[in-house]
C-alpha cells in the first residue's frame, strides 16, 4: 500500500516540477534577464536539497513503474510482487547514494 501511495505521491511532485520547469524556463522569450533573475533565486542550499529530493522522486517513481508494469504484464508478477519492491527499494538506495554525495558537495560548496 505504501508503494502505493508513493508512487502517486512522487507523479505528482514530478509534474508540478514540470510545469514550474516550463513556466520558469518560457520566461527566456519574454524577457531575458527575469528569467536570469529566477534562476539566480534557484541557486541556494534549500533548492540544491530540493533538487535532491526531484531526484529522489523521480528514481523512486521510475523504478517503482518498471515494478508495476511487471506485476501488470508478467504472469508471474504477483507473487513476486513483493520481491520486486524490496528490488526497486535496493535500486533506489544504491542509486541516490551514488548522487547525493556529489550532488550535496555541489550545493554546499564543497566541490
Do not use: C
Not at 535532491?52 to 523504478?63: D, K, N, S
Amino acid at each position: 500500500m505504501w508503494s502505493w501511495v508513493a508512487h502517486r505521491v512522487t507523479g505528482v511532485a514530478i509534474f508540478f516540477f514540470l510545469l514550474v520547469h516550463v513556466l520558469d524556463t518560457s520566461l527566456v522569450r519574454v524577457s531575458p534577464e527575469a528569467y536570469n533573475e529566477v534562476i539566480a533565486t534557484y541557486k541556494n542550499p534549500v533548492m540544491g536539497l530540493g533538487e535532491a529530493g526531484l531526484v529522489a522522486a523521480i528514481v523512486f517513481h521510475a523504478f517503482n513503474g518498471i515494478r508495476i508494469i511487471l506485476v501488470d504484464f508478467w504472469s508471474k508478477g504477483t507473487k513476486y510482487q513483493r520481491v520486486m519492491l524490496w528490488i526497486v527499494l535496493g535500486l533506489f538506495v544504491v542509486t541516490m547514494a551514488g548522487f547525493l554525495p556529489r550532488h550535496l558537495m555541489h550545493v554546499f560548496g564543497g566541490e
